[in-house]
């Protein structure tokens, strides 16, 4: 265990002591407040032209979370991509494999570390709910259901990211991936809607991010979907350690 | 304590090493030496086991790389050609991580006493960014040992250094082979493996072509250079000695080749000559070059 606490301290440290960790966290946190804003005064005219006041929180937490997933959809992937590329690139990974670590330690080190830094992130939102409850009396269960299905949502980019990662040594490349694979798997489900009451359709509804978010971040926590989303992390970590042990044989 | 027995690594149609065999002792410091591409990272990165084998094995203390690498890898220090380093960490931090990468027991003392070792201590608040050639090396080498391996790989250890700080790197490796620490490591400067090492493997196109202890390669005077005083006649006379083989003049120096040790007769022929100075010593140049040439003809 200790072996994968000591990866992902370094991870997280390298973030905070690098420029790209810096510049991801002061843009989430702009554009997170920007949202924030945006949607409050959205739903306060609504809801005053419609007179009511029920499901106020749902509104705005709601709309908040929906457009900051967009955010972490672009974030996230230049958050993971030097994960591993990077110390393939630099050969820095050499330390790596040539210290008594397995595979899987070196996988899970590297996701922690990014989740870490990516819970960091969505920490410098806790404000927003704290004035909430200093203005009014907000659903606690919707908001609590919706900052676990945002996390929940932005550790499966992560561990896409860090997939994307661990196929190249260039950056960039690990950067397009992971945004093109977490977008893919973000919308398929629009494909799947198109093509109407066929078997693929439904598999492919099934097989979308956002449906299950939605779901999810309504309040209502559905084990199908918190089983749908711990499985696409663990297929994606097992992808990745296979990736590093291959590195192994090169 | 190094145990490498018909080690073999294809990359689909290319073979890196070919059935490469060969075995160190406890305590041995062994050069690996040989052209570029010749095998001798691909054969250290088995050992340090970066690197899986097509075929055969590798052991370090008995335990078999591809079996048990983790073990393997608690006991053995491997400082690549490339250090690999992470530049935007602090000296200190970076040594540290590797520490407790390779569990140490303790971190803070572990690191504090391989800086000082590599000669860091001054700068080890400084990031690996700002560093130069030289020192980025020995962060290199400080990851290596940092958890005092019985076994230590070093690949190029002072490549792209200068002669002052190939100096430096030389004297520390000898004070790390005190002890029984065995060493493995390659370079292209043939005069380093005739300082630090007790034996030499030469590698060429992935196969060990010779293997032997500095004294005895050295001992085999294939080669004997003469000074004479009045070099003018000499030349037929040094000639006429039975096993000389070919022989050039520059001056007053004369360059013999002979097909055994003949150094007691050239020395008889050449004292009527005024001799000087007799080497009779085959230079690790000459064995190399000697041993690359017949590779490439074969």
New interface residues.
């Given amino acids: 265990m200790?072996?994968i606490l000591?990866?992902a301290k370094?991870e997280l440290?390298?973030y905070l002591?690098?420029p790209i960790g810096w510049i991801c966290l002061v843009v989430f946190t702009l554009i997170a407040a920007l949202f924030y804003n945006v949607v409050l005064v959205q739903i306060a005219n609504q809801s005053m032209q419609l007179g009511m006041e029920e499901g106020l929180t749902e509104g705005v937490v709601q709309g908040f979370f929906g457009n900051l997933t967009v955010i972490g959809l672009l974030l996230i992937p230049a958050v993971t991509m030097g994960l591993i590329a990077q110390d393939r690139r630099?050969?820095?990974?050499?330390?790596?494999?040539?210290?008594?670590?397995?595979s899987l330690q070196i996988t899970l080190g590297k996701y922690f570390g990014a989740l870490a830094f990516v819970l960091v992130m969505i920490s410098t939102t806790l404000y927003l709910p704290a004035m909430m409850y200093w203005m009014g009396e907000p659903d606690g269960g919707v908001m609590l259901a919706s900052y676990g299905s945002f996390t929940l949502l932005m550790a499966v980019f992560v561990a896409i990211g860090l997939f994307a990662s661990s196929v190249t040594d260039n950056q960039l490349v690990a950067l397009a991936m992971s945004f093109s694979l977490s977008l893919t798997l973000w919308i398929i489900g629009w494909f799947g809607a198109a093509l109407g009451e066929s078997s693929l359709g439904t598999i492919l509804g099934h097989i979308s991010m956002l449906s299950h978010f939605d779901t999810m971040s309504g309040g209502v926590v559905h084990i199908n979907d918190v089983v749908y989303f711990s499985s696409t992390i663990l297929f994606f970590l097992f992808a990745t350690t296979q990736r590093v042990e291959a590195l192994?044989?090169? | 304590m190094i145990e490498v027995q018909g080690l073999t690594k294809r990359y689909g149609a290319n073979t890196a090493i070919d059935d490469v065999s060969f075995v160190v002792q406890k305590g041995e410091v062994v050069g690996f030496l040989g052209p570029n591409g010749a095998g001798k990272s691909t054969t250290m990165r088995v050992i340090a086991g970066s690197l899986g084998a097509s075929s055969g094995t590798a052991k370090v203390d008995g335990v078999d790389v591809a079996e048990d690498p983790r073990t393997v890898q608690a006991m053995l220090g491997y400082s690549p050609e490339v250090p690999p380093l992470y530049t935007n960490m602090t000296v200190r931090s970076y040594v540290s991580y590797a520490a407790s990468l390779k569990r140490v027991p303790d971190v803070a003392a572990a690191t504090n006493l391989a800086l000082s070792r590599v000669g860091l201590t001054d700068v080890s608040h400084r990031l690996i960014d700002h560093l130069s050639k030289g020192y980025r090396q020995r962060v290199g080498l400080a990851q290596a040992l940092v958890h005092d391996p019985k076994v230590l790989v070093l690949d190029e250890p002072t490549s792209g250094l200068d002669p002052a700080q190939r100096v430096e790197i030389r004297e520390l490796i000898r004070t790390l082979a005190a002890g029984d620490r065995t060493i493995i490591l390659s370079t292209h400067v043939l005069g380093e493996i005739e300082a630090i090492c007790n034996r030499v493997i030469f590698i060429g196109k992935g196969r060990i072509l010779a293997q032997d202890d500095i004294g005895n390669l050295s001992g085999t005077a294939r080669v004997v250079r003469l000074e004479l005083a009045r070099p003018e006649g000499a030349q037929v006379a040094l000639a006429a000695v039975d096993g000389v083989l070919a022989l050039e003049q520059a001056g007053s120096i004369y360059t013999l080749r002979t097909s055994r040790d003949v150094r007691a007769e050239v020395a008889a022929a050449a004292v009527p000559f005024g001799l000087l100075a007799l080497d009779g010593k085959e230079h690790l140049e000459e064995v190399y070059l000697r041993l690359m040439g017949a590779e490439a003809k074969a």
Wanted: no cysteine; aromatic share 4%.
């Fill in positions: 200790k072996p000591v990866i370094r440290g390298g002591t690098g630099e050969r820095s990974i050499e330390l790596l494999l040539t210290s008594p670590v397995s192994r044989w090169r």
